[in-house]
């Protein structure tokens, strides 16, 4: 099981976090793309607390955690 975890404007739709079933050698990008987020959107790619690649590959009970670009002024 992965539990992906959405912030700011990510969590519109999807809610703040979604728990999906583990499959063996599932990269971030594959997250990404499952959820129709495209790799311009993410800013920031956790796993378990870490910043990580999209390229990194999961493993089973990973929790990710997806952040936006952050805009303000």
Known sequence: ???IRFFAT???GRGQSIK???ISGITGFE???YFKIPE???SIFLVNGFHAS???VLSDNDIISIFP???GG
């Open 1 to 3: 099981m992965l539990e």
């Open 10 to 12: 990510l969590r519109e």
């Open 20 to 22: 999906i079933d583990f």
């Open 31 to 33: 997250v990404i793309n």
């Open 40 to 42: 311009t959107e993410v």
């Open 54 to 56: 999209l390229e990194k």
């Open 69 to 71: 670009p952050v805009g």
